[in-house]
Structures are given as structure tokens and as C-alpha cells.
């Protein structure tokens, strides 16, 4: 079935410094990605998300392109802060499904 | 706040005991997910509605878990003779059917079985 694997964390960084989450996925069919962000104490809300292979999704300063060849989805960024401090959640939904399958989350932690 | 929402925010309970959580989607959302996460782990899907159908449900969701969305609107889950292994956060997240595929995800309800 589908599945969606990404990198353990967490990951500790200094402001400023580059970020980059890996998220490689499994699936059988042509899924839309995702990255979803939880803030602490707050709900998963959508970060950027790509439909089709070569799509660059982006927001907040935030980048992920679909790789269809590496069945990949990495998330960057290139100067993080304090407030991108979050777990990040990478996902895909088949085209005929309508149920996202989630990776474990990667929590990213900016120190000053 | 239109967002989606859920009570109650933290449940504690003795083993053998029944809980119920309850979810309010956005009000033009007609379809509703409900998902289990861990600690350390990503969400995990339990079933999720269209209007009032439950089209599809998890071998997660043993008997002991119910649910249901009566009137298309707002949704329970209730589990049944909880066990200590049921303890996590249960996420409710809704979408409307014209499916962009982005899920808007409540704050959770915590289980915490003793």
C-alpha cells in the first residue's frame, strides 16, 4: 500500500541556517504531496502541497518539488527562524483515493 | 472562529471505561476524517464520512470504536471498554468535496487511559 517515509528527528538548527527534511514515498499510482505543519499546541494546517510530477509547491519560504524519479518530496528552507520551530508532516493521496497517508513527522527545533 | 473543533481537549479515564469524543467540521465541509496519532507517529486514518454515510473504515478501528455523523454535520467517536493501548490523540479533520486534497485538522482530543 502507500506510505510515505521521512527522516527521524529531531532536527536542531541555528537561526538562519539552511533546512532540509527528506521524504521519500510509495505509491501505485500518480499521489498528490504534501507538507503539513503543527505548531505546539495547535492543530496540522496545510504548508504547500504539488499535484504532479515537477511541481514546486512553496509558502512561507518554504519549498518542496515532486520528484517522480526519486519518488521524493524534500522540504527546504533557506534561512530558518525561531518560529518554524514545528513537526512537520510529509503526506500523499492517491488520485482515486480520498484518504491521505501520512509520514511520522520530523520535528525541527530553532534555537537563537 | 469557523475552524474545526473538538471536545473535549483532554480525556483521562480508568481502563473498561466507554469515551466519546465529539468533532464540529466547517460548516460547508461534507466530508469528515477521523485519525489516531501516537507519540512519535503521524497520523493514522480511522474512517471518515460523506454527508452522514461512513464510506470507508481502518482494521484499526476495532469494534470497540464507533462512529457516527448523524445529520452530516458533526461526528462522534466513541470507544468502548477502553483499554490502555487506546490512549493517544484522535484528530478530526474535514474537507468539502470539491477535493483540493488539503484536510483542515482540529486542535485533537487527548486520551490518556489509566
Known amino acids: 500500500g502507500d506510505s510515505v517515509t521521512q527522516m527521524e528527528g529531531p532536527v536542531t538548527l541555528s537561526e538562519e541556517a539552511c533546512l532540509t527534511i527528506?521524504?521519500?514515498?510509495?505509491?501505485?499510482?500518480?499521489?498528490?504531496l504534501f507538507w503539513y505543519v503543527q505548531y505546539p499546541g495547535e492543530g496540522l494546517q496545510l504548508l504547500l502541497k504539488a499535484t504532479k510530477a515537477d511541481d514546486k509547491g512553496s509558502n512561507k519560504g518554504f519549498e518542496a518539488t515532486y520528484r517522480k524519479e526519486t519518488t521524493s518530496f524534500h522540504l527546504e528552507k533557506g534561512s530558518v527562524q525561531v518560529s518554524d520551530s514545528a513537526v512537520y508532516f510529509c503526506a500523499l493521496k492517491e488520485g482515486g483515493s480520498y484518504i491521505p497517508t501520512f509520514g511520522r513527522g520530523t520535528s525541527l527545533i530553532v534555537h537563537p | 472562529d469557523t475552524g474545526v473543533s473538538q471536545d473535549p481537549r483532554h480525556k483521562i479515564t480508568k481502563r473498561g471505561q466507554n469515551v466519546t469524543f465529539r468533532c464540529d467540521p466547517i460548516s460547508e465541509h461534507n466530508r469528515l476524517y477521523w485519525y489516531r496519532q501516537t507519540l512519535g507517529q503521524g497520523p493514522e486514518f480511522l474512517t471518515y464520512?460523506?454527508?452522514?454515510?461512513?464510506?470507508?473504515k481502518s482494521r484499526l478501528l476495532s469494534d470497540r470504536f464507533s462512529a457516527e455523523r448523524p445529520k452530516g454535520s458533526f461526528s462522534t467517536l466513541e470507544i468502548q471498554r477502553t483499554e490502555q493501548g487506546d490512549s493517544a490523540m484522535y484528530l478530526c479533520?474535514?474537507?468539502?468535496?470539491?477535493?483540493?486534497?488539503?484536510?483542515?485538522f482540529g486542535e485533537g482530543s487527548r486520551l490518556t487511559v489509566l
Open positions: 464520512f460523506q454527508n452522514e454515510a461512513q464510506l470507508e
Open positions: 527528506n521524504c521519500t514515498y510509495t505509491a501505485t499510482g500518480y499521489p498528490s
Open positions: 479533520a474535514s474537507i468539502q468535496e470539491a477535493d483540493t486534497g488539503e484536510l483542515f
